[in-house]
T-cell receptor, first 110, second 116 residues
């Protein structure tokens, strides 16, 4: 059965800290891995990764994929209170739909 | 519109009632997906459309759930004879390309359904 596992499930840090969120997967016919940020509304797209070893970066956020070990990490440097959210990892297989993990709830304290 | 639009934002229904949830995808997006998100969980796939064709409905939890996209744009998810376990946020997502995979899905704000 396809599955995506995220860790930790929740994390509390202080502003300025660096965090690393983990995502491992077992998915038939892997096509892509995506990271989303979910606050109170729609999951907002962050990154899509398809190739191993190529880091994607956007401001203080970055992500990388390891297709051999079947995992990805999302790094956030110099965290701010506005980074508080649930971060969702999802894997796309050949069927087109996304398989999501349970998410990591990040709380950034002032 | 600029993004995926869903309505209503909140829906409260009594057990046994039928409900209809609407999704208006990003203009020009061929693919449309419905997901169900229970509290504290990640979204779970329900069904997928490419234009008006429903290509995958393997995630629909029972035959009380029905989805349609008759003109290849707006989609409606209908739940008949609602039960308490149907309470969840229902998310709609769309993406541009025809072929499956390798294309980011963009989500609407969801409809929060509460069954009393």
């Amino acid at each position: 059965e396809d599955k995506v596992v995220q860790s930790p499930l929740s994390l509390v840090v202080h502003e300025g800290d660096t965090v690393t969120l983990n995502c491992s997967y077992e998915v038939t016919n892997f096509r892509s891995l995506l990271w989303y940020k979910q606050e109170k509304k729609a999951p907002t797209f962050l990154f899509m990764l398809t190739s191993s070893g190529i880091e994607k970066k956007s401001g203080r956020l970055s992500s990388i994929l390891d297709k051999k070990e079947l995992f990805s990490i999302l790094n956030i440097t110099a965290t701010q209170t506005g980074d508080s959210a649930i971060y969702l990892c999802a894997v796309g297989g050949s069927q087109g739909n996304l398989i999501f993990g349970k998410g990591t709830k990040l709380s950034v304290k002032p | 519109g600029a993004g995926v639009s869903q309505s209503p934002r909140y829906k409260v229904a009594k057990r046994g009632q039928d409900v209809a949830l609407r999704c208006d995808p990003i203009s020009g997006h061929v693919s449309l997906f419905w997901y169900q998100q229970a509290l504290g969980q990640g979204p779970e796939f329900l069904t997928y459309f490419q234009n008006e064709a429903q290509l995958d409905k393997s995630g629909l939890p029972s035959d009380r759930f029905f989805a349609e996209r008759p003109e290849g744009s707006v989609s409606t998810l209908k739940i008949q004879r609602t039960q308490q376990e149907d309470s969840a946020v229902y998310l709609c997502a769309s993406s541009f390309r025809r072929e499956r995979g390798n294309q980011p899905q963009h989500f609407g704000d969801g409809t929060r359904l509460s069954i009393l």
